[in-house]
C-alpha cells in the first residue's frame, strides 16, 4: 500500500479485474440464494397462516412502535458509549502501535492481535460471570458498553493506525521544520488529515458495532432484541415480533452504511479535484 492511496485502499489493496469479476459472480449466486430463500419462507408462512392480518395488526398500533422505539434508542445510547470509548481506546493504540519506544508499541501490538482473536460475547460473558466473583459488579449498561469498547478499540486501532501511516511523510516533515515537537505535528497536522480518510472506514465500524449491542440479549439489557424478545413472550407472535425487530436493524445499519458510501465517494471526488496536474516530461528533463 502506497502513502498517497486513497482511502478506499487504506486497508486493503484495490482488486483487479479479476477479482472483480469474481465478487460479481459471487454476488449475483448469493442474491439468487437468497431471493429463492425469502420466496421459500414466505410460502411456508402463508401456508401455516403467519400472513394472516389479524397476526400483523397488533404493529400497527403506537403502544407496540413505542415499546420498540425504546429498545431502539437505549441499542443507539450503548452504540454510541461504546463507539466513543472504542475509537479513543483505538486512537491511543495506535498511537502506541507507531511509538518510537519499544515497550509501548510490543504492549499495544500485543493488545490488539490478542483483543482481535477474542470473540466480543466471550468478554460479555468475562464481564457478567468472571468479574462478579472478583467483586466488580458493573451496571447493567455497563456490561455491555465495556466488552464492546474492548473488542473494538483494536479494530479501530487499525483503522486509524491505516489512516496516520497513509499521510505523506512530508506533512510531518513540514511541521518539525516550523518548530512544532513530534506530538504537536501528529495533533495539530496528521491526525486531523488521517481522521478525514478513515471516516467512512469509522462510519462502517460502527455498523457493526451497532450490530454487536444485540448481545445486550445475554446481560438482560433493555436493547432492541431483548425487547423484541420480551414482546413476543407476551403477545405470542415470535415469527412477526423478530421480522419486525429485523426490519429495524435493516433500516438503521443501511442508512449507516449509505452515509459511509456517501463519505467515501465524497472523498474520492475531492482527491481527484486535488490531484496536481501532471507535469510533461519535456519540463522534467528541462
Do not use: C
Request: charged share 15%.
Amino acid at each position: 500500500m502506497t502513502r498517497g492511496s486513497a482511502p478506499t485502499r487504506l486497508l486493503f489493496d484495490e482488486p483487479g479485474p479479476r477479482a472483480r469479476r469474481r465478487v460479481r459472480t459471487a454476488t449475483v449466486v448469493f442474491t439468487l440464494a437468497a431471493l429463492g430463500l425469502v420466496a421459500l419462507a414466505v410460502r411456508q408462512f402463508a401456508a401455516n397462516g403467519q400472513l394472516d392480518a389479524a397476526r400483523w395488526q397488533p404493529y400497527a398500533t403506537w403502544p407496540m412502535w413505542r415499546y420498540l422505539l425504546d429498545g431502539l434508542w437505549s441499542t443507539a445510547l450503548a452504540a454510541v458509549v461504546s463507539a466513543a470509548l472504542a475509537m479513543a481506546g483505538g486512537l491511543l493504540l495506535a498511537l502506541g502501535r507507531l511509538s518510537p519506544r519499544r515497550p509501548v508499541r510490543w504492549a499495544s501490538a500485543a493488545y490488539i492481535e490478542v483483543v482481535r482473536t477474542i470473540p466480543a460475547l466471550l468478554l460479555v460473558y468475562v464481564v457478567l460471570f468472571a468479574l462478579p466473583r472478583y467483586g466488580v459488579d458493573l451496571p447493567l449498561f455497563w456490561k455491555l458498553v465495556v466488552p464492546l469498547s474492548v473488542s473494538n478499540a483494536a479494530a479501530f486501532a487499525g483503522i486509524f493506525r491505516a489512516g496516520i501511516l497513509s499521510i505523506e511523510r512530508g506533512q510531518t516533515e513540514a511541521g518539525l521544520a516550523i518548530g512544532l515537537t513530534r506530538g504537536q505535528t501528529m495533533r495539530a497536522i496528521v491526525l486531523p488529515q488521517a481522521a478525514r480518510r478513515v471516516l467512512p472506514s469509522i462510519v462502517s465500524q460502527s455498523v457493526g458495532l451497532l450490530k454487536d449491542t444485540s448481545l445486550g440479549f445475554v446481560v438482560s439489557y433493555a436493547e432492541l432484541l431483548y425487547s423484541g424478545k420480551v414482546l413476543a413472550n407476551y403477545n405470542h407472535l415470535l415469527i412477526q415480533t423478530y421480522i419486525v425487530v429485523a426490519l429495524i436493524y435493516l433500516v438503521v445499519n443501511a442508512s449507516l452504511s449509505k452515509l459511509a458510501r456517501t463519505l467515501e465517494a465524497r472523498q474520492a471526488r475531492g482527491g481527484r479535484r486535488a490531484r496536481p496536474p501532471a507535469v510533461p516530461e519535456a519540463a522534467v528533463h528541462a
